[in-house]
């Protein structure tokens, strides 16, 4: 099956029909129905099954949460601190539960992915990112194709701490933007010109990075059309290889700090529907390729050529290229996943530090798979990242036919089909050009978890557009 052409623009009618609260498939089974029966001991369990795997790579993601002061729209688990001891005990816990990691994975080193996120990861001197570094090096081989990847914000960030970055090997950068028009900074509480982020962008490039990225938020406070029009001009003007497109999560419920933004300034739903499909036709008539539902990639990028080569994967740091099921998360709310199971520590600094202190690791909830769970994770999967599921290859892996397991799920699509989101050419199903727009409403029809009454409060999930 070959992907279909991409789309240049995305009926409004179609946008507004899928709109509706959903996860987004970050995970599969997703973070709300994980247990906390799973803690530090299952954990521990898990990394020795896993240590067996000597050859097999994995990707460690690591958590730095600290930032100067909080965005209005930001929903990252964050720390607002100035206070260097609380940083440096934080630096000290995260080396401890590094050592525990690797005495539990024993001879597993290798290493093929590693993504710093936050938080503001530069929030750290050079010698104390350099610290972290060393105890990782102490402990794991990092491959020669590895992917080393940070998020930046560009507005704390030094060309000494960039150039530091490379010198260890980091390859790919992700800066944060959302928005240049100054009316919407204001509303967000993030100010940031574009000469700052283009200085900084140039930078990066002169450096030689595999990969300058830029994320971008729609939905915000005081977007209109005209200024995210500007907006997306400058972004492309900049010529990233990666964007990341989000769509504004609007939960003050859930994140305190959101009660900031004025609710009467945030784009009513038909024009944020309209905001995402300028950015949708802004980025392909530049030449760049939709990457799954938010991402846009130049050509030549890695993401644009492993999605078109169908082998394109997902983790909780996003797409990637590289195929490292297993993934291992250092720090305060990280998550890991290994040897078949999701774990992930608490959110709380404090009781982060006491956990690893106390029990080696923080785990506070997590999940083991079962088969049915590693069935419908390997669907969604297929159709978040590469668009299509290949029946053969899904008989092959599992040894079971898609049209008898998914007899049900399959009725639940005819509306998908009939609005040519989706079709079932032979030997397989694959999302149309439009159809993307709409991805996590398809995977939400093979979700086993979504629609049991567990008896418990229902999550609340963003809207899938
Ligand atoms: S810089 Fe990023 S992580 Fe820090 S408060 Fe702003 S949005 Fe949140």
């Known amino acids: 099956m070959n992907n279909p052409k991409q789309a240049t623009s995305i009926p409004i ?31 521990i369990q898990a990394l020795q099954n896993a240590s067996k795997n000597q050859d097999d790579a994995f990707a460690i993601y690591c958590h ?66 350099n610290e972290i570094l060393d105890t990782l090096d102490k402990h794991f081989v990092f491959t020669d ?100 497109l989000y769509s504004f999560a609007y939960l003050p419920s859930v994140k305190a700090n959101q009660m900031k933004i004025i609710e009467s300034e945030l784009p009513v739903t038909e024009d944020k529907y309209k905001l995402f499909a300028l950015a949708i036709e802004m980025f392909t008539d530049a030449g760049y390729l939709q990457i799954g539902m938010d991402h846009f990639a130049l050509p030549n990028d890695g993401l644009s050529v492993a999605q078109n080569d169908g082998r394109l994967h997902r983790n909780f740091m996003g797409y990637t290229v ?17 040897d078949n199971s999701f774990f992930q520590s608490y959110s709380s600094l404090t009781q982060y530090m006491e956990s690893v202190e106390k029990s080696e690791f923080a785990v506070y909830r997590g999940m083991q798979l079962n088969q049915d769970d590693l069935i419908r994770q390997y669907v969604i999967n297929a159709l978040m990242c590469n668009f299509q599921l290949n029946f053969n290859e899904f008989y092959n892996k599992f040894k079971i ?10 009725k639940e699509l005819s509306e998908v089909f009939v609005d040519n989101c ?23 029809v093979f979700d086993a978890y979504l629609n049991k009454d567990s008896g418990s409060k229902k999550p609340t999930f963003s809207r899938t557009i």
């Open 13 to 43: 009618d179609l946008l507004r029909k899928y709109d509706r609260p959903g996860p987004r498939y970050t995970s599969y089974p997703t973070a709300p129905v994980w247990s906390s029966d799973v803690g530090a001991d299952s954990y």
């Open 145 to 244: 194709d590895c992917e080393k990847s940070i998020e930046i914000d560009p507005r704390v960030t030094t060309d000494e701490q960039i150039a530091a970055l490379v010198k260890r090997g980091f390859n790919r950068i992700s800066m944060g933007v959302q928005d240049f028009d100054n009316d919407v900074q204001v509303a967000i509480g993030r100010i940031q010109s574009f000469d700052l982020v283009k200085a900084k962008v140039d930078y990066c490039k002169s450096l030689n990075f595999d990969g300058v990225n830029i994320d971008l938020i729609y939905g915000l406070p005081k977007q209109s059309l005209e200024s995210f029009k500007t907006t997306l001009a400058k972004a492309i003007s900049l010529r990233p290889d990666r964007v990341a």
């Open 322 to 338: 590289q195929a490292s099921p297993e993934m291992v998360g250092f720090g305060m709310s990280s998550i890991g996943y290994i």
């Open 401 to 410: 036919q898609y049209h008898e397991y998914f007899m049900k799920e399959h």
């Open 422 to 444: 989706l079709d079932a050419p032979s030997g397989g199903l694959r999302m149309s050009s439009v159809g993307r727009t709409c991805i996590r409403n398809i995977a939400m």
């Open 64 to 129: 730095i949460p600290f930032c100067e002061c909080r965005c209005y729209y930001c929903g990252c688990n964050t720390v607002i601190t100035r206070n260097s001891d609380k940083v440096r005990l934080y630096i000290d816990t995260l080396k401890k539960e590094i050592e525990n990691t690797a005495k539990h994975l024993q001879n597993r080193k290798n290493v093929n992915q590693l993504h710093f996120g936050g938080g503001t990861p530069t929030y750290l001197t050079i010698d104390q990112f």
